[in-house]
């Protein structure tokens, strides 16, 4: 708990409003008060600079969650306001394509090696199940091989347990299978004859087995489907070409999202010229499509990630904070509670229960080690996205929190006082799960 009762009273209020007029209190389910623990976390954050938030009471942090992924250059950075500004004054959304459609198109088509065409939505989600219409209607085959969380659409969220709402006629035709285990996604081939498509993260919260993406191709492609990666964190943060270039396997159709626009709202699909020009007939299209402030901060965007080698920057600074944190892991003897996963420019810090601990004893650990955290000054929630304004001192300041949390964490666990310590209060699981997990 902090000592100062005050630190988050507006925060506060303004949770109690929100909760009055908005259902679960904000429009994104991971922002929502079941992803912060009880009333001792900033809600309402006012603004962002940089690397840095500040929440609305005045409070600055570190924040390494960068609304979700899509901040890549920096919060409020000039280099892509001030093109933002530039198409502000000659309009946003106009009534016929603008030019930046098709400059935007040529440059991910250079950049992105399986852009041989490409099509722009808003959210991730729009690209993902853009995909997934197109491979149905390109192969004439309905069901889909799914690894990974793809967005809120039903075809997406039908087999996982937030599946209220969507009809159980849905349901058969997403299936899921484990990531890194190409015997699992054999059986699926087994099982169904017609699946249209594979779709799946390049890299979840652990890396590919060496051969396991090519492997899932050669699969995809010898049972006549196609393969469908979804880069929406991936994308223009392993590469400016995705995972898909890291990795060095590009797929038929790729969807990405978040880190093309620092922050603005615009995703892509991409893809084999032969899939996408099936678009003539799938429906794939919306008002908002090629709405123009979200072109001009991607264009500036992708001028800053290039110019700026910001890739490489996020490498870096990954490669600092999981090794000199599994450091700290080891020191304060948690090797059995505290993992670092993830590859450098997506580390993420898992929590895990031990054989004799209660079920939910995972999230009881995170629980408390964010509140330490986000107590001192860092935002935190298991993920670490990098932007070009971090520093490696923020990285020091983060490692400084982390110590001193471990240490909390390490004495709680010892003294066996972890769920005294949270008064009752944890954040809610990850709602990735599918029941393919048995969960
Ligand atoms: C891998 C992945 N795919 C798709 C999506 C959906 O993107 P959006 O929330 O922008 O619709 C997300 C969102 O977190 C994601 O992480």
Known sequence: MTDDPDRYRRSKELKRRAERVIPVGTQTFTKSAGYRVGDDAPFFLQRGSGSHVFDVDGNEYVDFIMGLGPVTVGYADERVNRIVRDQLEDGVLLSQPHPREVDLSERICELVPAAEMVRFGKNGSDATSAAVRLARAYTGRDRIA??????????????????????????????????????????LFDEYDDIAAVIMEPMETEGPDPDFLAGVKEIAHDNGALLIFDEVITGFRFSLGGAQEHFGVTPDLAAFGKGIANGFPLSVLVGRADV??????????????????????????????????????????????????????????????????????????????????PDDYDLALKSLFQREVVNRGVLFNGNHFFCDAHTSDDIERTLDVYDAAFETLSDAIRDDEVYERLDGEMISPAFRRTRHDGS
């Open 276 to 357: 996408m020009r099936e678009l003539k007939d799938v429906f794939f299209s919306f008002t908002y499509g090629g709405e123009l402030a979200s072109l001009a901060a991607a264009e500036a965007t992708l001028d800053v990630l290039e110019n700026e080698n910001v890739i490489d920057h996020m490498w870096d600074l990954g490669e600092t904070l999981q090794t000199r944190t599994e450091t700290l892991v080891e020191r304060h003897a948690l090797a059995d509670h505290v993992e670092m996963k993830g590859l450098e420019p997506w580390p993420v810090l898992d929590f895990e229960g031990g054989a004799n601990d």
């Open 146 to 187: 799914k690894c990974g969380y793809h967005g809120w659409q039903d075809w997406s969220i039908a087999d996982t347990d937030n599946d209220s709402g969507i009809p159980d006629s849905v349901q058969p035709y997403t299936q899921s299978w484990k990531y890194n285990d190409l015997e699992d996604l054999k059986t």
